[in-house]
Structure formats: C-alpha cells, structure tokens
C-alpha cells in the first residue's frame, strides 16, 4: 500500500512540475490564455485581514492566501476542518473525519498560536487558546482569509497566523434564492443542509441549518450535530447599513477510543456567536466600522473504561465573554489607514480553578497603514495590547510588496507579535499539573520573502520563505516527582520554504502543487521539536469543462515527527477523488449530483495511534438550488 501511494504521488508532482515545462517553449500565450491565468493572480483582488481595511492583494506584504466559497464547494467539505486539510501552509490534526474534534497549526506552529475569527468573533476559547474547527459549519462561509506567519500588530494575540472567516449575505440576489443538499456516505455518514437567501427592498438576509451525523467512520466517532446560522442587514442609505448575525452548533460527539489504554473517549459541545455592525460612511475618503459581539462555547470531556464504561473523568468547561470594536479607515492618495481599538471581556469556568471561574479583561489600540508610491506599497502597523492574566505588549510591524512587472510582485515583511498563555496553563489544577499564574506572553520576531509571478508561460507560481525566533516559549516544568507546571524556559526557531504551482487548464484540466518545509527547533538543545509537523505536500489534477461537470484527484502528506510513543503512522499519501455533474438545469434552478471516494488507496495517516484516519470511504449527494 505504503509503495503503490507513494508511487501515484510522485506521478502526480512529476506531472505538476514537468507539466507546465514542457508547454513553456510552445510560444507566445493567447489572449485567453491570458486571461485565465488571471484566475490565479488577480490585479483587482481585495483583501481586508493584512491590515484590517480593504486593500490591493497585490499591496500585501504578508504572505496571505483567499479561498473563496467555490473552492470550498468543490471540495466537499463539510467543516472548517475539512476545508483547511488542503492548504498549503496549513496543517490539521484531526480525530476522526471532518465533523471531529481537529486542531490547526500554520507553518508548524503550535495549535495555541493560531488565531481564527468568524464575522469579527474570536473562536478561540481562552482554556486552551486553540480552534475547535471540526465544530464550525462550512456552508455559511463566503470566503477565509488565511494570514500565514504573525499577525499581531493587526490582530493581537496571533503568534502563527490568523484565519479570517468571512461569511455569505443576501445582497445583490435580488428574490428568494436557496440550495437543497442531501449527502449519505458509508458507516450512516451524512450531510443535510440548506439554505436561503435574497432581499426585500433594502432588507437582505442569508439562512442556512444543517445536520451532520455519523455512527463513526473510525472507532468510537459517532457524531450527532446540528447547526443553524443566520446574517440580516439594513441598508438605511448609501453610506450607512446596519448587519446582525447568530450562529448556533452543537454535537453529540464521540472522542477515539484506545484498546491498549483500555479507554474511550467524548467530547459533546455547544456553541453560540451573535455579532451587531454598523457601517457608517460620513466622508468618500472616511469609513468607520462599529461592532459588538458576544460568544459561549461549552465542551464537555469524558473519559471511560472501554471494558466497563465507568467513568474515568468527566469535566466540562464554559467560556463566554463579549466585546467590542471600533475603527475608521482613511484611503486619499497615497495612504489607505485604519485606527481601531478592540475591547473583550471573557469568562472562563472549569472545575479545576480553584475558585472555579477566571475572568479575563482585554484592550486594544491598533494603528495600520498602506502607502503606495508607484509599484511600491509600504505598510507599517503598530498595536498595544493589555492582557489583564499576563503581560501588556506592543506589536509593530513593517512590509514591502514591490510591484516588479505587470505579472510579478516581490514581498518583504517584519514583524514582532505574541501569543496570550492559555488560561488553563495559569489557573486550572489537575492530578498532574499545577498552575502557574506567572506565565508570561510567548513573543516572536519574524521575516518573510516572497515572490508571485505569472512570468513563466502557462503557469503561477509562489513562493515563500520564513523565518520565525521566539522567546518566552512555553513548555512543561516538573516541580515534583509527579507534579509539573508550565514555565516560559525555552527559545524557538521556526524557519522553512513554501512553494506554490498552479498551471493554465489543458483539455480543461489544470495541475496543483503545494509543499511547505518546516524546521522547528529547540535553540537551547538545538534538537528538532517533536510532534509537530516538519513538512507537507499537497497535489491535485483538476478538471472543469465550465459547462457541466467538475472533477478532482488530489493527494495529501504531512510528516509529523511524533514521538514514537505516540503510535502516529504517516508513511502514506491520502488521495480522494471528487466529482460533481449537472444533471438538470433551467433558467433559475439546477440540480447537481456528486459523489466522493475518500481516502482512495486505503492510507494510513495520523499523528497519534488512538485517532487513526479513516479508511477508503465512498459519500454521494444532490444539491437542488434555485
């Protein structure tokens, strides 16, 4: 198995790399062909998460990737999980499929570090500072932007990255629209979702529900989960409009279970986000932005005997909070600035705080700016953020994206950023552990390169280089023959290359490549951390006739350099394959059919033994819109 997937992989890189060479010397590109691969590297592209105001992609010293609401659609996917499983750059740790629990690393990073936010909303919970993304629907999303390396003087505590989830709305559709979706796959593996959208004069709205349930597509992985998500604007004139939304998700959800350890686990969950905005434009150069959010996540962790089912632990955890921001952006001439501030207050309740709840206060002040002299855009940031459990820090950061030619922008950005201690790491104490409320910021000083280009004939191309140094780093401390701590001891250096390839369509068919290496050391023992991705690869054979039917073959790699007591195997490419055709279509309603065979060689790969990935799996669906 290990040889046969390791054989099509390099088939399929071969080809991505050959592909595009071989086509180079065939002369001159055409028109159309000029504009397809405009598809790819985009002059009028806006993005907003670099600096928190809508600018140029081509003005972006970051290095930043947008995946749109058809790229996810093609996919298949079901949750943020899913979507993310295929990023370069990006890596995921998942449970079980899509709908389990996952965590997310950029770069090599750790899960604590990355940063991801829906409709403003942080989703992050401050026990752990990481992202539970299996828990967050994917029909709802309109388009992510994925900030790979620190954020900080933009965003705040972000030390990896920064995910930008932005979602659908109804504007511009004019009368009711909607889509149906039916989806079953193998082991009682399915998707029902819908949703509706459109206007009423200068009323839009955007609703979509759904149902994820599965009996467990790897042992002890059940899952039963709902969602709901709703978006509703006012357009009072012009220059002002008013937006709500509300997201609701829960899940009764199976956690992997371990025959050797005798255990099994769940992990069931409730999650609800409301956001308000007001958009108010009082000048043509002047917009200013105000919001107010309030969030509750709640997770339950429990533990049993796999043999007996008494119970080994069972704990839950509350996190809740609201917030505020506020910002006015500035675009004349030269300079494209934005002032905000940002206002949050958490509370976080788990049984193992000796008081049995924390609560946390956070503010912010941010400064950003775009000047743009000719081909040359510089951008300077700065941030002050107080932490009220750890220390306040002041973010800056300074970028150069460097118009070269009309195909070719050439990048360069610095940056100094943080990421807040979990509050678990300060406040909660187990049989195990004890806190330490003098943990500190983890801090970073960062450097980028970049180059994207559409200078080679028939293809796009990027790549990146990174370097990132911290301090402060936070790892474990044994204070007792069987007691430990989490103290700030040790100094990091994450450093590697990315590469990205995308060619012009042949036959309708186009070829993908992405990889990243990382080398994530420990600079006092100058050894290579463990358990924690080291590289990736992605690759994938693409074709659509633009008329009526799309199709897919990809493959996915991550190393991850586990501990061997981990019981990870990862020696094998995971390739899917996924179509979708059109089968019926009218004026204003369509219906489509799709089917995926997952995991089509049978791989075997996961970083820790107890949550192996799935086997070869086959899922079909319909999607009716109209």
């Known amino acids: 198995m290990g040889y046969i997937s390791r054989c099509l992989a390099c088939a399929v890189f071969f080809l991505a790399f050959a592909f595009p060479t071989s086509i180079v010397i065939s002369g001159e590109m055409s028109e159309q062909e000029k504009k397809l691969l405009k598809l ?23 290095n930043i990737i947008v995946i749109t609401s058809e790229d996810i659609e ?10 993310m499983n295929s990023i370069t750059g990006v890596q995921v740790f998942m449970t079980g499929w899509g709908a389990s629990s996952s965590a997310l690393y950029i770069q090599g990073s ?37 900030i790979k390396g620190p954020a900080s003087s933009s965003w705040g505590s972000s030390l990896g990255g920064v995910i930008n ?14 889509t149906l979706i039916a989806n079953q796959g193998e082991k009682g593996t399915g998707d029902y979702r819908s949703e509706i959208y459109g206007e009423l004069g200068n009323f839009n709205y955007y609703m979509t529900g759904g149902k994820m ?12 989960g709902r969602n709901f998500y709703g978006k509703f604007g006012m357009k009072f004139s012009r220059d002002m409009k008013l937006s709500f939304t509300s997201l609701y998700a829960d899940a009764d959800r199976m956690g992997g279970e371990s025959e050797q350890m005798n255990i099994r ?67 004349s001439g030269m300079h494209n600035a934005v002032l905000g501030t940002d206002l949050d207050a958490r509370l976080y309740e788990d049984a193992n705080i000796d008081s049995g709840l924390k609560k946390q206060k956070r503010w912010s002040a941010f400064l950003n700016d775009t000047v743009s002299y000719g081909d040359i855009a510089v951008t ?67 450097y980028q390169v970049g180059v994207e280009t559409i200078a080679p004939k028939y293809f796009w191309l990027k790549l990146s280089g990174f370097r990132h140094d911290i301090k402060e780093s936070i790892t474990t401390e044994q204070v007792q023959t069987t007691k430990f701590t989490y103290a700030n001891k040790e100094r990091r250096r994450r450093e590697g290359v990315e590469a990205e390839i995308k060619t012009l369509p042949v036959f309708d068919t186009a070829l993908i490549f992405g990889g990243t290496f990382m080398d994530n050391q420990n600079l006092e023992t100058r050894k290579v951390q463990k358990n924690i991705p080291r590289y990736t690869y992605d690759a994938a054979l693409k074709y659509d006739d633009k008329k009526s039917m799309n199709a897919m073959l990809r493959g996915h790699y991550i190393w991850w350099e586990a501990d061997a007591a981990t019981g990870g195997q990862y020696n094998d490419t995971i390739f899917d394959f996924i179509a979708h055709k059109t089968i019926y279509k009218q004026k204003d309603s369509k219906i489509e059919a799709y089917g995926s065979v997952n995991n089509l060689l049978n791989g075997k790969q996961c970083g820790v033994g107890y949550y192996p990935n799935p086997k070869r799996w086959v899922e079909v669906g319909m999607k009716y819109f109209f």
């Open 213 to 224: 349930i599965s009996d467990g597509l790897t042992p002890n992985s059940g899952n039963d």
């Open 110 to 146: 750790e899960q604590r570090h990355v940063a991801a936010y829906l409709d403003g909303v942080l989703l992050n919970t401050v026990g752990s500072n990481a992202v539970e993304a299996g828990s967050i629907p994917a029909q709802m999303i309109d388009k992510i932007e994925i």
């Open 265 to 331: 686990m769940e992990n069931p969950f409730k999650k609800s986000l409301q956001t308000a905005s007001l958009d108010i434009r009082p000048a043509k150069e002047i917009k200013i932005n105000a919001s107010v959010r309030m969030s509750n996540f709640y997770v339950r962790s429990i533990t049993r005997r796999r043999s007996t089912g008494v119970d080994i632990q069972n704990l839950s955890s509350k996190d809740s909070g609201y917030g505020a921001s506020l910002k006015a952006s500035y675009q």
């Open 74 to 83: 093609r996919t298949n996917a079901k949750t943020l999980a899913d979507i």
């Open 380 to 446: 300077p940031g700065l941030r002050y953020d107080h932490v009220g459990t750890a220390n306040p820090y002041v973010s800056s950061s300074l970028g150069i994206a460097y118009k070269a030619s009309p195909s070719t922008v050439l990048r360069g950005y610095m940056s100094k950023g943080f990421s807040t201690p979990p509050m678990s790491y300060t406040f909660a104490r187990t049989t195990v552990f004890v806190p330490n409320k003098d943990l500190k910021n983890e801090q970073v000083t960062s």
């Open 165 to 178: 989830i932005f979602t659908k709305t109804g504007v511009s559709f004019g009368k009711a629209n909607g």
């Open 40 to 62: 790819y590297f985009s002059e009028d592209e806006l993005v907003e998460s670099t600096t928190r105001s809508l600018k140029l992609a081509t003005q972006a010293a970051e």
